[in-house]
């Protein structure tokens, strides 16, 4: 490095002179007041004409200058190495010491704290010689200044040994930067590396890490005709901790039920975390009984593990599909995993905290496969004015006349062709479409009876609803809106809510229904008799009608136990002063029964099949 020393700084220490007319040196940010601020170390030999070197330094403006006498033992390099953090030159004068100097430069130059070091080495003028300079320099000496030592000759050396050592101190640290900022970025990369395969929460697998996975099992099951199984494992209920205690502590359980499954599979088995509450282990050579045993165990361990927050104890079950991996079966990763999930979700409808082997014959299967088609058919049918209601009359038996009529939904096909309900209700109520069409039945129906002729104006219209209708908020003001906008009273109005549905949610259902109710709109339990609740809820459940389920009523001429089942319910609505309502009468002996067990009200093909106007659909038998 060629240090820019210009004329004005070889002008600047004159013999004899002061540190006051020194101009001031720059070289990038160091000024001649950082080079004074440097650590110097002099090691001198005194002897005839002694000059101190460290006089010199001093005279100068250098404040921070050490200076010792060349010691005759290894105290020196002791010395330097206590204070090599604070050094910055040493300038050693080997004068008297010959090639032991030299020597000891070279000691000093192999010191792992002194190696960045620079050393001057100050010599006697009478043994120059070529040999020397080389052997000085191979010692480690950076520069050579020859007795008698000339101020003028030393302080631009001196700077130009500090500005040295000041840039490679620079280069050094910027190296240390960038090998720091490298080992940074390759601690990130792998980071992200191991990011992308695995679950930054608990350290399993990822989703993506587990399609590989399988992608492999589906491969060796193939070319060593063996059988795997995938695990799908579903927390239940984990949305009460989570929204309870809070995220923190969702994350906590989270990692606690990672680690309970880690001790329970082989080392070989994959087990990755494949969304918020939902686990998935990958298990390769194995048959369908070790697989259930597997599941089974699995879910018995989360069943019993119980987790602590605040003082409080949860528990929680597992629900648990499995799929398997058979030779014989042409599958793709992410088609293994549609079918564990899906197998998950028979467990969850049957009840949850239980497994379930994924099989074709799967009910929840069957729907969800037929939703592929079925959802962009409803969601048509919605936004396009497609569905349409049928009216079956509802006949008052003692009167033999119409009391009101049952609203049926029907779907039109884009051939014109009617679709009755069972074939897309169901998918509809799965699939987040329900709500829609139960607004579109209850604005349908309100907007009929305001159109009714005044003849027909103490009928009522039974409206069907899904379970979810009478958990909506929304469901109380829309019904008050469009009353209001039509001009209909609430009397004419009847919902029918299912056994099932009341009995799901009944605290929250059973709110709407007498808000409903204070509106003046009448209720009635459709499918009474199938729930295995019905007389521990329907004594205290605010509903007017009690509708007898057509599974009673079908065999009711044949089947002695129906008959006294029928017989019970109708006493049991008469005790409760309720209104008892038939459905699914076809024949003319069944009417007749029942009118002698004392029914008030039926419906059914022999009456009156269900028509698309209500005007139009009158009783054929009563």
């Excluded at 080495?121 to 520069?143: C, M, P, T, V």
């Excluded at 990958?282 to 605040?310: G, M, P």
């Excluded at 009359?393 to 096909?413: F, Q, Y």
């Excluded at 459905?583 to 099949?609: C, H, R, S, T, W």
Aim: proline share 4%; aromatic share 8%; charged share 25%.
């Amino acid at each position: 490095m060629t240090i820019p020393l210009n004329s004005k700084v070889q002008h600047a220490f004159p013999p004899g002179s002061g540190t006051q007319a020194e101009p001031e040196l720059s070289c990038g940010k160091l000024n001649l007041e950082t080079i004074r601020q440097k650590g110097i170390y002099v090691v001198e030999t005194p002897g005839d004409g002694f000059v101190s070197v460290a006089g010199m330094l001093a005279k100068s403006g250098f404040e921070k200058v050490e200076s010792a006498h060349l010691p005759q033992d290894d105290s020196l390099i002791k010395t330097l190495r206590k204070e090599a953090r604070n050094l910055d030159l040493i300038l050693l004068d080997i004068s008297q010491a010959g090639i032991r100097g030299l020597e000891l430069c070279r000691r000093i130059h192999e010191e792992k704290a002194l190696k960045d070091t620079p050393i001057i080495i100050i010599a006697s003028k009478n043994i120059w010689h070529e040999d020397f300079i080389y052997s000085a320099f191979l010692a480690g000496a950076i520069d050579i200044v020859f007795k008698p030592v000339q101020r003028l000759e030393l302080i631009p050396r001196v700077i130009s040994s500090l500005l040295l050592k000041s840039e490679r101190d620079l280069r050094k640290n910027h190296k240390m930067e960038l090998e720091n900022e490298l080992a940074e970025r390759k601690v990130i990369e792998a980071r992200l590396q191991y990011l992308v395969s695995h679950d930054e929460l608990t350290g399993l697998c990822n989703r993506r890490r587990l399609e590989q996975a399988l992608e492999t099992a589906v491969f060796h099951a193939r070319r060593k005709q063996y059988t795997s199984a995938l695990l799908y494992i579903d927390l239940d209920q984990f949305k009460v901790i989570n929204d309870t205690e809070g995220h923190t502590t969702g994350d906590r359980f989270l990692m606690s039920i990672a680690n309970e499954l880690r001790r329970e599979i082989h080392k070989e088995d994959i087990l990755a975390r494949i969304s918020s509450d939902e686990y998935a282990i990958l298990i390769e050579n194995t048959t369908e009984e070790a697989a259930l045993r597997t599941a089974e165990t699995l879910r018995r361990v989360i069943d019993e593990y119980r987790f602590s927050a605040n003082d409080k104890e949860y528990h929680i079950g597992a629900s648990i599909g499995i799929a398997m991996i058979k030779p014989e079966e042409e599958l793709t990763a992410s088609e293994i995993l549609a079918r564990s999930a899906q197998a998950c979700f028979e467990a969850k409808t049957h009840g949850r905290n239980m497994v379930h082997m994924f099989s074709h014959d799967d009910v929840e299967t069957h729907i969800i496969r037929n939703a592929v088609n079925w959802v962009p058919k409803i969601r048509d049918a919605i936004e396009n004015d497609r569905l349409c209601m049928y009216y079956q009359p509802v006949v008052d038996v003692e009167s033999n006349s119409i009391c009101g009529h049952e609203a049926l939904i029907r779907m039109l096909g884009h051939d014109g062709q009617i679709i009755t309900p069972e074939k897309f209700i169901p998918i509809a109520e799965r699939m987040g479409l329900i709500r829609d069409i139960d607004f579109w039945v209850i604005n349908h129906v309100i907007e009929l009876l305001s159109r009714l002729p005044e003849a027909y104006g103490d009928q009522k219209i039974n409206i069907n609803l899904s379970m979810f209708a009478f958990q909506d908020p929304a469901l109380l003001p829309l019904v008050c809106n469009k009353l209001a906008a039509t001009g209909v009273s609430a009397s004419r109005i009847t919902f029918e809510i299912t056994e099932t549905a009341a009995v799901s949610n009944y605290a929250h259902t059973r709110r709407m229904i007498k808000q409903l109710r204070k509106l003046g709109c009448c209720f009635a339990l459709d499918d009474f008799g199938t729930g295995f609740s019905s007389f521990n809820y329907i004594k205290q459940f605010p509903v007017d009608y009690l509708k007898i389920d057509g599974c009673f009523i079908r065999n009711l001429i044949h089947d002695k136990v129906d008959q006294r089942l029928v017989r019970s319910m109708i006493d049991v609505a008469k005790t409760l002063n309720k209104k008892i309502v038939a459905e699914f009468v076809e024949n003319k002996e069944v009417l007749g029964l029942l009118k002698e067990y004392g029914i008030d009200m039926a419906q059914g093909y022999y009456i009156a099949p269900p028509g698309p106007d209500p005007l139009l659909t009158p009783p054929t038998h009563a």
